[in-house]
Structure formats: C-alpha cells, structure tokens
C-alpha cells in the first residue's frame, strides 16, 4: 500500500518541479540521508556512486522500489557529474573526500548536500566556501541539529538575552569508540581500493577503515572533534552569533591524546580538551572529549552567564537554570521544516539553507584548530578578517592543509 501511495504522490509532481538527485557514498550516511527523502514528492534519485559495487545493492534496491526503475549506477563520481538532467548530489564519503566531491559538484553545475565535518582540513574548508560562492549553488550541511526543536530553542533563549551576558561556552562529547586490531587484507573485486584512498596517502586495505573506523585514522577523518565536536560547538556558536556568521576564536590550545585506549590502533586522540577564546564579545568556550559523563548527557553544551545562570542543551532536550540553581520556563521554538525539506525549499528559492556552506566552514574550521593545536603540541591563532592561521603554529599539520596524492589536485577558491 505504501509504495502505491508513494507512486501516487510522485505522478502529481510534474518532472519540471522535481529536483533530481545524485548520491555520492553509499551504505552510511549519504544512504541515510536519501532515506530521509525518498517520500518527497518533489524529490527524485536518479543515480547512485560508490567506489565499492557492494555497498550500493541495498539502495539500489529501495530506489528501485520507490520509483519502479533501478537508478544509474557509477564508479566515479565524476561521470555521474557529467549528467545535466542531475540537479543535486548528496556527498556521504569519508572527511578526506568532500572538498573534491563538492567543489567539482558546483564546477559542474550541482547544488550539494555534503556530509559533516565539511573537509578534511582548513585550506580545503575556505576553498569549498569559496567555489559554492563563486559557482552561486546552494549547499547544506549534514549539522541536522540545526533544525532540531531542542537546540533551536536554546539557541534562540540564548539569543534573546534573557539570561545576561554569556561568559564561558562548554560543549562536550564521550569517546568510547574501539576500533579493534585489523590487519590488511585482499582488496575485494567490488572495490576500487585506490579511488576510496583518493588524495590521501595510500595505505594498506584493511576493510574495518574502509567501513566504521577512518574518522579515527589521521588520513582519512577528523576523529572524534570533526565527528561529534562540529555538532555541539556548531550550536553552541550559533547561539553566541546573530544570524550564520559565526563568531571565531583568537587563539586555541588543545590537550590530550591517546589516553583513554593504549592498545587501540586508532591515531585521533581519545581523550581531548580543548580552550578557544574569543574577543567581541569576549568569552571562553571549551571542547572535551573523555570517558565518562554520569552527571549529564553524553553530549551537549552549556552557555553560562557572568552570575552563574545556566542553559544547556543535547540531544532530546534542553533546560535552564538562575544563578540560585531555580529550574527557570524553556519555551520551545517552532521548527517549520526538517533539514531535509529546508534544502529542497532552498534549491527551489535560491535561499541559503539553514545549515549554508560558509557558515558550516567556520565551525569545520574551529574544529580543524582544535586539532591542528593538539598535532603541534602549542596554542594556534585565528584571525577572522583573513580567515587564516596566524603565524606559523598549526600550518604544518594535517589539519591545516595536505599534499594530494597523485594526480588529485586541490582546486583553490578565495574564501
């Protein structure tokens, strides 16, 4: 009943005011995000790629089922590119691959979805921003917390003043991730092992990394501040702003490493605390990433006042608290749309979307510093009016820029 339902919906839509759609990455998020839309009327997916034959059977499937005709499949994201009846793409492969997937996705004329954090490092962040400003395309960011009911109404508490003036922000996240011991193994025949790897270094396959576990690996992801950080320090900066211009951090000084899982081969530190300052208006903000969170959720952020009142948020709910510890009203906010449907409204409108690209780089990039600080052992500074790292501390990490692999190239945009 519900697929005939599904068919009924989409024969009212004409083909003109469908948004065509193109996924890059399947079997993980970019799966789950096409999930999310496959009922939309106004949406349809004509073309699936992912490096591995593998890991597209199951979405291959469900598009099929939905529309009644099995997609195009591809390899290479770039000769699915090449369609002009593709409007859109949604970018799920790993953080070492958004920055050429999205740029040459706008070079060809797409509007994009790309997964969080947005690159794999700072250059890439502000040359992405840069190339969806140039090419005019309208890019959302997987940051979904955004148009979620309990931070949207925290952010906008936040915002109204209410509370006084906000002088220490904390967001935090527990790290309990083990990625267990693999070795490497047979490339499988489905995969294209050296397009996955792309412009980073090469490294043996071990088929773990190439699934659940590259964000823990410093090639490939951004470990658990790009992961989880980008979320909770999005919100949490999206309070202290006045609108998708965010406010950025002067300086940075990270703490941490493997602490927590000696044994585990993952590189990204497991345990973290980070301390950002700001200037106008002048306040600290703190990341941590540790073991154990039994006073509070296992994510979250506070925004604390200089009397000591007290708003938190995470995930399913919010609260806030006076100075005296009294449990004060939390007025929930009205999210119109979800973070899906806002990036359909806004393909069609040509507005940016709540999560835009240049907003969302200025949180990848926060996150980049956290990280570029604890790879240089030293605190790292920020000036907004360049957009770049002052001085040289932080610049001959990961998290600032890379060399590509071979033949892959980096095209640079002005942010």
């Given at each position: 009943?519900?697929?005939?339902?599904?068919?009924?919906?989409?024969?009212?839509?004409?083909?003109?005011?469908?948004?065509?759609?193109?996924?890059?990455?399947?079997?993980?998020?970019?799966?789950?995000?096409?999930?999310?839309?496959?009922?939309?009327?106004?949406?349809?997916?004509?073309?699936?790629?992912?490096?591995?034959?593998?890991?597209?059977?199951?979405?291959?499937?469900?598009?099929?089922?939905?529309?009644?005709?099995?997609?195009?499949?591809?390899?290479?994201?770039?000769?699915?590119?090449?369609?002009?009846?593709?409007?859109?793409?949604?970018?799920?492969?790993?953080?070492?691959?958004?920055?050429?997937?999205?740029i040459h996705a706008v070079e060809a004329g797409k509007d994009a979805w790309c997964e969080k954090p947005i690159s794999h490092n700072i250059v890439e962040a502000k040359s992405m921003a840069g190339a969806a400003k140039h090419y005019n395309k309208i890019v959302q960011v997987?940051?979904?917390?955004?148009?979620?009911?309990?931070?949207?109404?925290?952010?906008?508490?936040?915002?109204?003043?209410?509370?006084?003036?906000?002088?220490?922000?904390?967001?935090?996240?527990?790290?309990?991730?083990?990625?267990?011991?693999?070795?490497?193994?047979?490339?499988?025949?489905?995969?294209?092992?050296?397009?996955?790897?792309?412009?980073?270094?090469?490294?043996?396959?071990?088929?773990?990394?190439?699934?659940?576990?590259?964000?823990?690996?410093?090639?490939?992801?951004?470990?658990?501040?790009?992961?989880?950080?980008?979320?909770?320090?999005?919100?949490?900066?999206?309070?202290?702003?006045?609108?998708?211009?965010?406010?950025?951090?002067?300086?940075?000084?990270?703490?941490?490493?493997?602490?927590?899982?000696?044994?585990?081969?993952?590189?990204?530190?497991?345990?973290?605390?980070?301390?950002?300052?700001?200037?106008?208006?002048?306040?600290?903000?703190?990341?941590?990433?540790?073991?154990?969170?039994?006073?509070?959720?296992?994510?979250?952020?506070?925004?604390?006042?200089?009397?000591?009142?007290?708003?938190?948020?995470?995930?399913?709910?919010?609260?806030?608290?006076?100075?005296?510890?009294?449990?004060?009203?939390?007025?929930?906010?009205?999210?119109?749309?979800?973070?899906?449907?806002?990036?359909?409204?806004?393909?069609?409108?040509?507005?940016?979307?709540?999560?835009?690209?240049?907003?969302?780089?200025?949180?990848?990039?926060?996150?980049?510093?956290?990280?570029?600080?604890?790879?240089?052992?030293?605190?790292?500074?920020?000036?907004?009016?360049?957009?770049?790292?002052?001085?040289?501390?932080?610049?001959?990490?990961?998290?600032?820029?890379?060399?590509?692999?071979?033949?892959?190239?980096?095209?640079?945009?002005?942010?």
């Open positions: 009943m519900g697929k005939q339902q599904n068919s009924t919906r989409r024969k009212r839509v004409p083909a003109s005011e469908r948004v065509v759609i193109g996924l890059i990455g399947c079997g993980g998020h970019g799966s789950w995000n096409m999930r999310k839309m496959l009922d939309m009327p106004e949406v349809e997916f004509a073309a699936l790629c992912d490096v591995d034959d593998a890991r597209m059977t199951n979405d291959i499937k469900q598009v099929t089922e939905t529309y009644g005709k099995a997609p195009s499949v591809y390899k290479d994201y770039r000769k699915m590119l090449e369609r002009k009846d593709i409007d859109s793409v949604i970018i799920g492969t790993p953080d070492h691959w958004h920055a050429l997937n999205l997987g940051t979904w917390q955004r148009s979620e009911v309990e931070f949207c109404s925290a952010v906008e508490y936040v915002r109204s003043g209410k509370m006084g003036r906000i002088v220490e922000v904390r967001t935090y996240h527990m790290d309990d991730q083990l990625t267990g011991r693999h070795s490497p193994k047979p490339v499988p025949e489905s995969l294209d092992y050296d397009m996955w790897v792309g412009p980073a270094k090469y490294t043996p396959y071990v088929p773990e990394w190439t699934r659940a576990y590259w964000r823990y690996f410093f090639e490939y992801g951004c470990g658990m501040v790009g992961d989880w950080g980008v979320h909770m320090m999005d919100n949490a900066l999206l309070a202290m702003s006045k609108d998708q211009d965010l406010p950025m951090p002067v300086e940075c000084m990270s703490y941490g490493g493997k602490l927590g899982y000696l044994d585990d081969p993952r590189e990204w530190a497991d345990t973290i605390h980070t301390i950002f300052k700001f200037e106008n208006p002048d306040f600290i903000m703190t990341w941590d990433t540790g073991r154990e969170h039994i006073s509070r959720p296992d994510n979250g952020m506070d925004w604390i006042t200089a009397d000591g009142a007290m708003c938190q948020a995470w995930r399913g709910g919010w609260k806030v608290r006076s100075a005296s510890g009294k449990k004060m009203p939390a007025p929930e906010v009205p999210v119109p749309t979800d973070h899906w449907q806002n990036w359909i409204d806004c393909i069609k409108s040509r507005e940016q979307p709540r999560s835009s690209l240049r907003s969302m780089a200025q949180t990848s990039i926060v996150c980049h510093l956290a990280n570029a600080s604890l790879l240089a052992g030293q605190p790292v500074r920020w000036r907004k009016e360049s957009m770049d790292i002052v001085g040289s501390a932080g610049k001959d990490t990961l998290s600032y820029t890379r060399e590509y692999r071979k033949p892959w190239q980096l095209p640079i945009y002005p942010w």
